[in-house]
């Protein structure tokens, strides 16, 4: 069974400073990995998934994220956050045997960015 | 862009009700998926359809079915509403094929409560 785990409940980071939300994973074999991002009353937004390849992904919005697999863990990070980047931020699995591509979610990280 | 649309943003139900929850695609993508979102629990899996008429089952599929006729729409059914169906409920399409790696495309959502 795949797993997802945010430690954070909130980050609360002021407007410039480097942002990172924290996501660790447990899935057998390698996993696919996504980032998705909630505004209030919206629907999940896609920012970046890592398939294979280059440990560091790219995505919208100036957002990436480290695929790191000694460490099981999948951070998002943004050099310089912006308080419109205050939003819901969900990690996600999907275990590459999975045929239908179903996500496991972690329970979400509030990112509060201060002017 | 893909666009995924669900049928209410708000609903209110009584106890008992029949309740369904429409969700339409317009990318011609093959899966399609109901979660709900509650606070702290992140996005659970309630069921999933690869194809019309195919339907599986999620991680909470209790007290819930689902509806399949058409490709581009899928229809979650609460046969009897509870309280504790009271949710954010998001419907989510991903694009043509069964591979895991297939980013999942979300609708904003509907916020249903049953009193």
């Known amino acids: 069974a795949q797993s997802v785990a945010q430690p954070e409940d909130q980050v609360n980071v002021a407007e410039g400073n480097p942002l990172t939300v924290k996501c660790t994973y447990s899935?057998?074999?390698?996993?696919?990995l996504f980032w998705y991002v909630q505004y209030p009353n919206r629907g999940l937004q896609f920012l970046l998934k890592y398939i294979t390849g280059d440990n560091l992904v790219k995505g919208s919005y100036g957002f990436e994220a480290e695929f790191n697999k000694s460490q099981t863990s999948f951070h998002l990070k943004k050099p310089s956050a912006l308080v419109s980047d205050s939003a819901l931020y969900f990690c996600?699995?999907?275990?590459?045997?999975?045929?239908?591509?179903?996500?496991?979610f972690g329970a979400g990280t509030q990112v509060v960015v201060t002017p | 862009d893909v666009k995924v649309t669900q049928s209410s943003r708000y609903l209110v139900k009584r106890t008992g009700e029949k309740v369904f929850l429409e969700c339409v695609q317009d990318?011609?993508?093959?899966?399609m998926f109901w979660y709900r979102q509650d606070p702290g629990l992140g996005l659970r899996l309630i069921y999933f359809s690869y194809d019309v008429k195919m339907k599986e089952k999620g991680d909470i599929p209790e007290g819930y079915s689902v509806s399949r006729e058409k490709k581009e729409r899928f229809s979650l059914i609460l046969e009897s509403a509870s309280t504790n169906q009271t949710s954010m409920y998001l419907c989510a399409s991903s694009l043509p094929g069964l591979a895991a790696s297939d980013t999942q495309y979300f609708g904003p959502g509907t916020r249903l409560t049953v009193l």
């Open positions: 899935v057998s074999g390698n996993p696919y």
């Open positions: 990318m011609d993508h093959e899966n």
């Open positions: 996600a699995v999907s275990a590459r045997t999975d045929s239908w591509g179903k996500l496991q």
